[in-house]
């Protein structure tokens, strides 16, 4: 015991720095934390190879869970298994993104519906950005983006998906696109959405 508290005591400061950068993004109409820096954001680039300021993007991949099993794909190399012994029914495959932040899918009309939507959002995040104190320069920034975020999705809207967080809010969505060839999608934020939490 006084080996581990002495571990402990040498560590805490580690320990504590690893915990202390861990970010949340924060969705700031609905409240809901829609990801994490566990899942690292990576810029847009649009089909002219130009970045989409105030859009970001993150990768998710299929992830088994449930059951008593681990799969870390390699069969049943170390034995034990039984390819005849049936599938176990706790066990389901997910979208690692989807699951950790209890995304649901959800339909929108069409592009003039969409476009619309995003008039409305980019509108109402302004006035929760003013409502929370930002600096009138952030709030410009921010707005400066809207056009070029809108452009881009209303380029890809057939190719889109739309997700809500978990308050189901139909004022606030995030996106995903599958890539060419690609078996999961990507997810994309429009970043003035989220306030970042650290913890």
Known sequence: ??????????????LWSVVERMIVYRDIITGDEMLSDAYPLLPVVDADGQVVEGLMMCES????KGGDDVDIG??????GGDDDAGVDPSVETVNNVIDSFQYTETQVGGAADFKAWIKEYMNLIRKKMRESGKE???????????????KFLLKNFNDLQFYLGPAFNPESMVFSMYPEGAVTPNFYFIMGGFVQEKF
């Open 74 to 79: 390699c069969g049943n190399s170390f034995g």
């Open 61 to 64: 991949k299929n992830i088994v």
């Open 136 to 150: 009138k320069e952030e709030i410009q920034a921010f707005m400066g983006t809207a056009t070029g975020v809108a």
């Open 1 to 14: 015991i006084l080996f581990f508290l002495l571990w402990m005591l040498m560590n805490s400061r580690t």
